[in-house]
C-alpha cells in the first residue's frame, strides 16, 4: 500500500507565496513522476506541475515563472513553490505519484487566495 500526504495550504493574500510538500510511504519501488494537480469548485482536475525522476518538469501554462516544483527520490518527497499567487490559483492541491505499479493520489490541500 502506498500513502501520499499533502502539506503547506493555507491562506494567503494575492501576491504572496505558499510551499506545498507531499511524502510518499509505503510499499514503494519505483517512483517515476511526481506532480502536482489542482481542482477548482466547478472545474475539473487539471495538471500544475509534474518533476520525473530524472529532474525534468512540465508546467501548465498558467504557472510558469510563477511555480517552481521540486522533488527529493531519496526521501520520496515532492515540493511545489507558489510566488505570485493570484485569487485564480484558489483550488485544492493534490499530490500525484506514479509508481510501476500504479497512481496514488493524496487527499489534497486547500490553497486559498484573496484579492
Known amino acids: 500500500q502506498v500513502q501520499v500526504v499533502e502539506s503547506g495550504g493555507g491562506l494567503v493574500q494575492a501576491g504572496g507565496s505558499l510551499r506545498l510538500s507531499c511524502a510518499a510511504s509505503?510499499?514503494?519501488?519505483?517512483?517515476?513522476?511526481m506532480g502536482w494537480y489542482r481542482q477548482a469548485p466547478g472545474k475539473q482536475r487539471e495538471l500544475v506541475a509534474l518533476?520525473?525522476?530524472?529532474?525534468?518538469?512540465n508546467y501548465a501554462d498558467s504557472v510558469k515563472g510563477r511555480f517552481t516544483i521540486s522533488r527529493d527520490n531519496a526521501k520520496n518527497t515532492v515540493h511545489l513553490q507558489m510566488n505570485r499567487l493570484k485569487p485564480e490559483d484558489t483550488a485544492v492541491y493534490y499530490c500525484?505519484?506514479?509508481?510501476?505499479?500504479?497512481?496514488?493520489w493524496g487527499r489534497g490541500t486547500q490553497v486559498t487566495v484573496s484579492s
Open positions: 509505503g510499499s514503494i519501488f519505483d517512483i517515476n513522476h
Open positions: 518533476i520525473t525522476s530524472g529532474g525534468g518538469t
Open positions: 500525484n505519484t506514479q509508481t510501476v505499479a500504479g497512481n496514488y
